[in-house]
C-alpha cells in the first residue's frame, strides 16, 4: 500500500492489514485514523512493518464501541486467523485477558494470567 485510505474513523476498533484475501496483520486502535497513520509514516523505524506494509494490499477496519471491545475482538481475530505479522500473539502465553473485579462497581483490569 502506497498512502493510509482516507475514509478512517476516528473511533476505536480493529484494523486489518490483508494481501489478496489474506489477512496478514491484525491491530487494536483508540482512533483508527491516528493509529493507522504511523504505518505510513516516512519515520517508520520498524523494519518488519515497512514489509508488512508494501506487501498489503488492502487495509480494513471494523468500529467498536470501546477501546476495551477492540482489543478482545483482536485477540479472537488473531486466533481466528493467525496473521503472519502478529508473532506476539500466537503464543498462549502472550494473550491479554480482562478481569473484572467482585465489586458493586467492578474495576477492569487487563493480565496475562487467569486467575
Known amino acids: 500500500m502506497k498512502k493510509q485510505p482516507p475514509d478512517l474513523p476516528n473511533n476505536a476498533g480493529v484494523y486489518f492489514f490483508k494481501k489478496g484475501a489474506k489477512i496478514i496483520y491484525i491491530g487494536k486502535a483508540q482512533n483508527l485514523k ?8 516516512a ?19 471494523r468500529k467498536t464501541d470501546s477501546d476495551v471491545e477492540a482489543l478482545i475482538l ?3 481475530l488473531i ?10 500473539m500466537r503464543d498462549d502465553k502472550q494473550y491479554l485477558y480482562v478481569g473484572f ?13 487467569l486467575r
Open 43 to 61: 519515520r517508520q523505524p520498524d523494519e518488519r512493518k515497512q514489509q508488512m506494509v508494501r506487501e498489503a494490499d488492502t487495509l480494513m477496519w
Open 34 to 41: 491516528s493509529r493507522t497513520a504511523a504505518y505510513f509514516s
Open 74 to 76: 483482536e485477540a479472537e
Open 101 to 113: 473485579t467482585k465489586e458493586k462497581f467492578p474495576k477492569i483490569f487487563f493480565t496475562h494470567q
Open 79 to 88: 486466533k481466528k486467523y493467525l496473521p503472519e505479522y502478529n508473532v506476539l
